[in-house]
């Protein structure tokens, strides 16, 4: 007998929220929306109340390379920053911000709990701001150039690679070949 795989259900009562301004990719648990202890909707509550403990914001220069499903965020990131834009490879990682996933991670990837810092422009002003929303993290260790990845998505099971064959892939003629889709189990 086998023993079978625990299937990944997203927990509904935490998705994402994702919005991409600039190079900073904010990444915000919506149980916030939902638990505001008996506060009345039109009371502002200030950031230092409720941002840090339901955000985390990641510096990243490439919206395609950004991906939401459900509790899980996935993204690229250079491997070595210091090489050109053209000759740079990319490694994925991807974020599970669901409180089962850190609480019973169950050996797959690290627990990040500490806080991390971003300096962003606020209405016009730099500000540094330090978020901590807990989450596990997993790095693939493969390698992807910067000509070979178009985009990328995420499900349930799966990372799905779509991989332009553009200009680095010919066919026999020397035609440029169309992109493709990979995908790879999680």
Known sequence: ??????????????????TIASTSVFIVSTSIFFDLDGMVVATPIPWNRWGPPNTRIFDHDDERRVHVSGNRVLQTFPVDSSVDRYHMEYMLR??????????????????????SSVQC?????????????????IVRDRKFGSGQLEDIRLDRDRICVIKDGGYLERDVAGAPQPSRLEVIDI
């Not at 259900?9 to 998705?15: G, L």
């Open 1 to 18: 007998m086998q023993a079978q795989q625990p299937m990944y259900i997203s927990d509904t009562n935490q998705r994402l929220l994702c």
């Open 94 to 115: 991807m974020m599970d911000f669901s409180s089962l996933a850190v609480t019973n991670r169950r050996g797959l990837g690290r627990v990040v709990k500490e806080p």
């Open 121 to 137: 422009s606020v209405l016009g002003k730099f500000e540094v701001l330090t978020t901590t929303l807990p989450y596990v993290e």
